[in-house]
């Protein structure tokens, strides 16, 4: 007699009719030859009970098996994590056109700061903005994350440099993460520069920064992490460690701004106080990347910044994955070195600067991006278990990914197992 067939279990939402599916997988970041070994599965499907992925195979298989209430049909494209976007600077107010414009005149970057412009011309809009006004410019950026495909946002605060006005800002975090489906994780950036009134006295605001601010935003709970921007204009070595030595102490998580501009010894700090992410490393020499392997702190590579800011040096991408080192990419999105909030378009740039496969970029832009913010358990890969994040690209294959040069591919977009984007418009969250 031959054996009942099992009703099909009931899911939420069923993805199907997708021509490729790749995922990296794990939890754990990438380096060396692992970075590029993905899974490419022609034809499949992913089912979604809840927020989390049930179910990723082949399309015939997984719809045997689920009774989907609803479904989201791929119409042929490919179908990929939610990017992770490791590193950006969404709260401010104001953009700095003009400044972009004294570069191509042959400007730098460090003359611009010396001069009151740069990191402190956005200072003077955030310190004079309510967080109302803050929330509406900050959603209508994260609208454009999510319609380019980020699921998964580091943002930073670092345009206040008062203790008043950088709560003020990852208060706005906090609201706009209740309000709109994009994942925020907090960075305290008190440490981005020194403000005007603490110019003659750097180590006054050091122990600004460490006794009063740091405290306070542990307490608040408003932020996860701490950001140093460790460079010889803004915080040294010794500022730096002081001030993340102190983070650590109060349970924050490490990042560092390092070896960007020069060879600051950005990147040994960031081993020495067990950084989760050492952020640029354009100027990192060999002692600083084998720290890094050592200390396992992953490098987040900004491959549109030294564009942006019309440099010659870029990070040695190709050079630390080929030392095992998992890199991640962000489009370190900010009104002064980077104008950009598409990683479709940073992960291109990586392939084309940094040398880098199709398959290495999209591990690079998902599950090693998730794991610098601590997420790898459960975001940056379509695995059952995971958050269900995903994007659905009008692309025939991955390799397109990076081959496609420009605009926005983003058909669908998935978060938390909710239809977010459908065909570039937005479903309700």
């Given at each position: 007699?031959?054996?009942?067939?099992?009703?099909?279990?009931?899911?939420?939402?069923?993805?199907?009719?997708?021509?490729?599916?790749?995922?990296?997988?794990?939890?754990?970041?990438?380096?060396?030859?692992?970075?590029?070994?993905?899974?490419?599965?022609?034809?499949?499907?992913?089912?979604?009970?809840?927020?989390?992925?049930?179910?990723?195979?082949?399309?015939?298989?997984?719809?045997?098996?689920?009774?989907?209430?609803?479904?989201?049909?791929?119409?042929?494209?490919?179908?990929v994590p939610g990017f992770?976007?490791?590193?950006?600077?969404?709260?401010?107010?104001?953009?700095?056109?003009?400044?972009?414009?004294?570069?191509?005149?042959?400007?730098?970057?460090?003359?611009?700061?010396?001069?009151?412009?740069?990191?402190?011309?956005?200072?003077?809009?955030?310190?004079?903005?309510?967080?109302?006004?803050?929330?509406?410019?900050?959603?209508?950026?994260?609208?454009?994350?999510?319609?380019?495909?980020?699921?998964?946002?580091?943002?930073?605060?670092?345009?206040?440099?008062?203790?008043?006005?950088?709560?003020?800002?990852?208060?706005?975090?906090?609201?706009?993460?209740?309000?709109?489906?994009?994942?925020?994780?907090?960075?305290?950036?008190?440490?981005?520069?020194?403000?005007?009134?603490?110019?003659?006295?750097?180590?006054?605001?050091?122990?600004?920064?460490?006794?009063?601010?740091?405290?306070?935003?542990?307490?608040?709970?408003?932020?996860?992490?701490?950001?140093?921007?460790?460079?010889?204009?803004?915080?040294?070595?010794?500022?730096?460690?002081?001030?993340?030595?102190?983070?650590?102490?109060?349970?924050?998580?490490?990042?560092?701004?390092?070896?960007?501009?020069?060879?600051?010894?950005?990147?040994?700090?960031?081993?020495?106080?067990?950084?989760?992410?050492?952020?640029?490393?354009?100027?990192?020499?060999?002692?600083?990347a084998e720290a890094l392997?050592?200390?396992?702190?992953?490098?987040?590579?900004?491959?549109?910044?030294?564009?942006?800011?019309?440099?010659?040096?870029?990070?040695?991408?190709?050079?630390?994955?080929?030392?095992?080192?998992?890199?991640?990419?962000?489009?370190?999105?900010?009104?002064?070195?980077?104008?950009?909030?598409?990683?479709?378009?940073?992960?291109?740039?990586?392939?084309?600067?940094?040398?880098?496969?199709?398959?290495?970029?999209?591990?690079?832009?998902?599950?090693?991006?998730?794991?610098?913010?601590?997420?790898?358990?459960?975001?940056?890969?379509?695995?059952?278990?995971?958050?269900?994040?995903?994007?659905?690209?009008?692309?025939?294959?991955?390799?397109?990914?990076?081959?496609?040069?420009?605009?926005?591919?983003?058909?669908?977009?998935?978060?938390?197992?909710?239809?977010?984007?459908?065909?570039?418009?937005?479903?309700?969250?």
């Amino acid at each position: 007699m031959a054996q009942a067939l099992s009703a099909p279990r009931p899911c939420d939402l069923l993805v199907h009719n997708c021509a490729e599916l790749a995922t990296p997988l794990g939890t754990s970041a990438l380096g060396g030859a692992a970075l590029g070994r993905i899974q490419v599965q022609p034809h499949a499907a992913v089912a979604i009970v809840g927020d989390r992925i049930a179910e990723v195979g082949a399309e015939r298989e997984v719809a045997s098996r689920w009774s989907p209430r609803a479904r989201l049909d791929a119409r042929g494209g490919l179908v990929v994590p939610g990017f992770v976007d490791a590193h950006s600077h969404p709260v401010f107010v104001g953009t700095r056109e003009e400044e972009f414009e004294l570069r191509t005149r042959g400007a730098t970057y460090v003359e611009i700061a010396q001069q009151g412009g740069g990191i402190l011309s956005s200072v003077r809009g955030v310190r004079a903005a309510s967080e109302e006004q803050l929330l509406v410019l900050l959603e209508q950026r994260l609208e454009r994350f999510l319609a380019h495909g980020t699921t998964t946002l580091e943002a930073k605060s670092g345009y206040g440099l008062t203790l008043a006005d950088e709560i003020k800002s990852l208060r706005v975090l906090a609201q706009a993460k209740q309000r709109q489906p994009v994942e925020l994780v907090s960075t305290f950036l008190g440490a981005h520069d020194y403000p005007l009134e603490y110019r003659d006295r750097k180590s006054a605001y050091v122990d600004l920064v460490v006794h009063e601010m740091l405290p306070a935003v542990a307490e608040s709970r408003l932020a996860q992490g701490v950001d140093v921007f460790v460079e010889s204009h803004v915080f040294d070595v010794d500022a730096g460690r002081r001030i993340l030595l102190k983070a650590r102490e109060l349970g924050l998580v490490r990042r560092l701004h390092a070896d960007q501009l020069s060879l600051s010894g950005g990147a040994r700090l960031a081993a020495e106080v067990g950084a989760a992410s050492a952020d640029h490393l354009e100027f990192v020499d060999d002692a600083g990347a084998e720290a890094l392997l050592a200390a396992g702190v992953v490098p987040v590579l900004a491959p549109l910044v030294p564009l942006y800011l019309r440099q010659e040096r870029e990070a040695p991408g190709r050079s630390l994955i080929d030392r095992g080192l998992p890199v991640a990419i962000t489009t370190d999105y900010n009104p002064g070195s980077c104008y950009c909030l598409n990683m479709q378009e940073a992960l291109a740039f990586a392939a084309l600067r940094y040398r880098m496969s199709a398959a290495e970029c999209l591990t690079a832009g998902t599950l090693n991006g998730a794991c610098a913010l601590g997420l790898g358990a459960t975001h940056g890969s379509l695995e059952a278990g995971k958050q269900a994040d995903l994007v659905v690209l009008d692309m025939p294959n991955h390799r397109r990914l990076v081959y496609e040069l420009g605009g926005n591919a983003v058909r669908a977009v998935v978060k938390r197992g909710i239809v977010v984007r459908d065909a570039g418009k937005a479903v309700g969250t």
